[in-house]
């Protein structure tokens, strides 16, 4: 089996694909909101969040307009140290991530489960570039790269499975890339 998925090209670094004006999100005024369907609803502070246990994940990242880069080293935390800390509710199903500049993208939370995703503030070992989503972003490489959300403000867990940006406007709500899951 290929290392590349179907209709994907390999190119040497992340490229910068971003929809609208990119925001400026600096660490010091970034806040983390972890809301909706949890038993502790939190908002955590830049030394919060430096604060909680941290993983590093190496990742292949497939964007759907056909670029992949390969081996990304990633640093974070991983979706299941949040889910702990403010406590799921049962009828919690669905992440919908809401982004400085109002991007926002939808995962069910079986797609994020252990290394399956991470929220990252470094790439390659430095922090993460502001056109990559500093401080903070979502990194999910078992699917198409726009659910990677970039500049990450809100972590809303949800009963209903609502779209994002791209899921309402064509793309495809699973976005499996090995599925060609592009288009829906
Ligand atoms: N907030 C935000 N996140 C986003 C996007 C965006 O436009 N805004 N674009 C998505 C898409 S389509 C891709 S391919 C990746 C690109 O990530 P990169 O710019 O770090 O390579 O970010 C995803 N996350
Ligand atoms: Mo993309």
């Known amino acids: 089996m290929s290392r590349v998925p179907p209709g994907q090209a390999v190119v040497p670094r992340l490229q ?3 929809w609208g004006q990119p925001p400026v999100v600096s660490a010091q005024s970034w806040r ?10 939190r908002e955590l502070s830049w030394s919060e969040w430096r604060a909680l246990p941290r993983r590093a994940l190496v990742a292949d990242f497939h964007c759907v307009t056909g670029w992949s880069r390969l081996d990304n080293l990633w ?8 889910w702990e800390l403010v406590g799921l509710r049962a009828d919690a199903r669905f992440l919908l991530v ?3 500049g109002g991007y ?10 252990g290394e399956a995703s991470l929220l990252a503030d470094t790439l390659d070992g430095r ?10 972003r979502l990194v999910v490489p078992g699917r198409y790269a726009y659910k990677s959300a970039k500049w990450v403000r809100s972590l809303e867990l ?6 994002g940006f791209w899921e309402s406007r064509g793309y495809h709500h699973a976005a499996d890339p ?3 899951e592009r288009f829906a």
């Open 16 to 18: 910068v694909f971003t």
């Open 32 to 41: 983390l909101a972890l809301e909706g369907l949890v038993e502790r609803p």
């Open 75 to 82: 640093e974070g935390v991983l979706l299941d140290t949040l």
């Open 98 to 100: 809401h982004c400085h």
């Open 104 to 113: 926002t993208t939808n995962l069910p939370l079986e797609a994020l489960r």
């Open 127 to 136: 922090p993460l570039p502001p056109a990559h989503g500093a401080p903070v």
């Open 158 to 163: 949800s009963a209903a499975d609502r779209p």
């Open 178 to 180: 090995w599925k060609e």
